[in-house]
């Protein structure tokens, strides 16, 4: 079994999972897509793995789709025949004029991509989801938060002139961490969100409660599991309580991508141990009806 980590702290868990009974049926519209976080792969320069061998590999193990990982990776697989896109990740300086300036084409790139690797062009749910989020920050004043909703729309409309549809991604050590945080950006903005269950439980949230209180809002899932101590681990062995989730989910008529993530530290780890996790946690998910 592969160490689970925040970060690059690995520890051993060892929780077996129990499934004991059936949840949503498969006739639920959802794919079900990995990312190369899951390899430690965060950077295009010496990846743990080749595009080609992550794509065999993510599709030997059930997944239907990927997220886009660090721009250029996949660049080798995106053909008719290569993985279906489920999203693309795109930090963005909000709070910097230039930086933000400076991000903003690069976002343009993503979008483009994106776009034009749209398997399900007539399945809006299922368009790739650009998925913006704060590079490393921290709380925001009211002048931060101010700036930050500005930049956000003008983002999100750069999407929307490559006929994508954004969402934003909370995130560990971020200005948007907390479900405090989540509320803030919601009620301040129009954005849709990715709810990231690993990164809310590792903030000290609860999914099901920001699920209850924001599903109306929520267009793209990142499914994760989490020690109480922010730890990721396999399905699981951790706090989430992944099949309450998914009715949860289902029961508000969630269409689209639901993304399997186990962050794994960048580089260096046993192929083995994260193809056995990989495995584990679509099984579980199948076993769960999907």
């Known amino acids: 079994m592969n160490e ?27 794919k079900i897509a990995t990312a190369p976080v899951n390899f430690g792969i965060y950077s295009v320069r010496n990846p743990f793995i080749s595009a ?3 794509s065999r590999i993510s599709a030997d193990c059930g997944y239907e789709g990927t997220d886009l990982g660090p721009f250029g990776y996949l660049d080798e697989v995106l053909t008719p025949a290569g993985p279906a896109l489920a999203g693309g990740w795109h930090d963005l300086r909000f709070g910097q004029e230039d930086g933000f300036a400076e991000d903003l084409a690069a976002l343009d ?28 920050s921290g709380p925001l004043d009211a002048a931060g938060w101010g700036l ?38 919601l009620e301040l903005t129009e954005l849709e969100l990715c709810l990231d269950t690993g990164h809310l439980i590792a903030a000290g949230g609860d999914p099901l409660a920001t699920l209850r209180r924001w599903g109306h809002r929520v ?8 020690l109480p101590d922010g730890t990721f681990c396999r399905l699981g062995a951790g706090s989430l309580d992944l099949e309450a989730f998914l009715v949860t989910l289902r029961a ?15 580089g260096g780890q046993d192929l083995g141990g994260i193809i056995a996790d990989m495995r584990h946690n679509r099984e579980v998910l199948s076993g769960l009806g999907l």
């Open 4 to 30: 689970p980590v925040r970060g690059s702290k690995p520890v051993l868990v060892s929780k077996p999972v129990r499934v004991s009974k059936p949840g949503p049926s498969p006739a639920w519209p959802v």
């Open 219 to 226: 267009r793209h899932v990142h499914v994760k599991d989490a």
């Open 109 to 136: 790139d993503t979008a483009r991509l994106l776009h034009a690797n749209n398997r399900f062009p007539d399945m809006s749910s299922f368009a790739p989801k650009p998925t913006l989020a704060c590079p490393p």
């Open 252 to 266: 508000l008529d969630y269409e689209g991508w639901i993304v399997v993530e186990q962050d794994v530290p960048d």
């Open 148 to 185: 930050l909703v500005r930049q956000a729309y003008r983002a999100a409309s750069r999407c929307r002139e490559h006929g994508l549809e954004p969402v934003f991604h909370h995130h560990l050590d971020t200005s948007i961490e907390t479900p405090d945080d989540i509320d803030r950006l």
């Open 52 to 54: 080609a061998e992550y």
